[in-house]
């Protein structure tokens, strides 16, 4: 039987950055891919300050912030008011070596992350290969593996980190519950060369746009512009999906000359789910097969590069003698930010967005526009929403 130091399963952002930071600590590493590639589908676009600071530590952010867009300023406005509070990032100079928002393909990341991976001796990367089932003991866990013939094989590690996404093999064979739920309305996001910021006034690189009738998020990346809107579950896939459809939302957006050249569309459910535990026994779970949540905020590949860090950091210390009850921490400590943090903000962002009482989004854009006037207020409010408030809160954390 194959064996390794630690199994991984899944080359995601997370498993990657996890299988990244055990090599640079002198772990074997292998990791499970079921695909026979590395995906390049459109998903998380956004890499906040300490998700930066992170990846710096690992020696990619460069590569990463020079195939994106630095972005530190970001809105949050209304569809017929315009401008309600611009954010500054810059307001966190001195907190982090970033202070800005990288607008950048996640499949960017992992290409680089697996660039550097190869050049690792310690590590490898199976692809088209899927993670079927697992057992674990007092010294290591067995996991079986099987490949597009069918042909199955065991892999033996001392430890194994289920980074296979929201419908984790690994969540699923712990019998760990992924309690939550699942938000009613469908999120339709196009992806469009169309230059948003050379027709809308004063638009930055990222904004939220509220709406009583239908918000929208605009999002720049180093060649597109990506539109979010929420859209009604009772429609069909093709009516959401039909041009006719998607042209007259986007012109209802930004009206202009022509039809909107359209590069990409998806539409998909969204969860709000975070697992029971994160750690069982030898087996742990991180990035969204330990979490889901909306997109709003950008906070779900963050979080779980977040999460890969810290289990790695404590990881390395059990392989290296500490008692194998310290990983406890990593659960205690990143549970708690899935559900008091980037679920908490999630959940507000898309309620304010939602809001169509007229009273109380006046009130909120009020409470915004003071906000972003008064500079420690401010302050605090972009390292929140940038998710450095989260990282800075675990210490308190036994
Ligand atoms: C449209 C969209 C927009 C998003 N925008 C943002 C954003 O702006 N900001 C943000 O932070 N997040 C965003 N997200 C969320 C973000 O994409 C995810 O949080 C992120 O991909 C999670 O990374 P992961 O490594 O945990 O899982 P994944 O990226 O899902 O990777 C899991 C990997 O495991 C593999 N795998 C699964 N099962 C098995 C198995 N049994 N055996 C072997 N391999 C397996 C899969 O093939 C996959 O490669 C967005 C998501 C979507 C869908």
């Known amino acids: 039987m194959k064996s390794t130091g630690v199994v991984i399963v899944g080359a995601g952002p997370v498993g990657l950055t996890a299988a990244l930071s055990l090599t640079r600590a002198g772990i074997e590493v292998t990791v499970i891919e079921a695909s026979t590639d590395l995906p390049e589908d459109l998903r998380a676009s956004t890499f906040h300050p300490p998700t930066l600071d992170m990846l710096d530590a ?42 800005y928002r990288l607008q950048c393909e996640q499949w960017k990341l992992t ?48 430890f194994l980190i289920g980074a296979d996404g929201a419908r984790s093999m690994v969540r699923k064979s712990v019998g760990v519950a992924f309690d939550g739920m699942t938000i009613p309305e469908i999120f339709l996001t196009v992806s469009t060369p169309f230059r948003f910021d050379r027709t809308i006034p004063e ?13 929208v998020v605009l999002l720049r990346t180093p060649t597109l512009w990506r539109v979010l809107l929420p859209t009604d579950p009772n429609e069909t896939e093709a009516e959401m999906m039909a041009p006719d459809r998607v042209e ?16 990409h569309k ?22 969204d097969a330990a979490h889901l949540n909306n997109p709003l905020g950008g906070m779900g590949m963050n979080g779980g590069i977040h999460d890969a860090v810290n289990l790695s950091e404590k990881l390395t210390a059990v392989w290296h003698g500490a008692p194998l009850a310290g990983i406890g921490r990593y659960e205690r400590q990143r549970r708690k930010v899935a559900l ?23 009130a909120y854009h009020d409470e915004l526009r003071r906000t972003v006037a008064d500079e420690t207020a401010h302050r605090a409010y972009v390292r929140r929403s940038s998710m450095l408030q989260s990282l800075r809160d675990l210490d308190q954390v036994a």
């Open 58 to 99: 690992l020696g990619v952010a460069d590569s990463v912030v020079a195939q994106g867009l630095k972005c530190p300023q970001w809105q949050f406005r209304d569809r017929r008011e315009g401008v309600i509070a611009t954010f500054d990032l810059g307001l966190l100079a001195g907190e982090t070596r970033h202070p």
């Open 111 to 158: 290409r680089i992350l697996r660039d550097r991976l190869e050049a690792e001796a310690a590590s490898e990367i199976l692809y088209g290969v899927e993670a079927v089932d697992l057992t674990q003991d007092d010294t290591g866990v067995t996991l079986t593996i099987a490949g597009a013939d069918g042909h199955r094989q065991d892999i033996r590690g001392r």
């Open 203 to 215: 638009l930055t690189n990222i904004a939220y746009i509220s709406d009583p009738e239908e918000w």
């Open 248 to 263: 007259a939302r986007l012109q209802a957006v930004c009206p202009k000359d022509g039809a909107y050249e359209l590069i």
């Open 266 to 287: 998806t539409a998909y459910r969204v969860h709000e789910r975070v697992a029971a535990a994160y750690v069982h026994g030898r087996v742990f779970l991180a990035g």
């Open 340 to 362: 008091e943090t980037v679920q908490a903000q999630a959940l507000r962002n898309r309620k304010i967005l939602n809001e169509r009482d007229p009273d109380a989004r006046r």
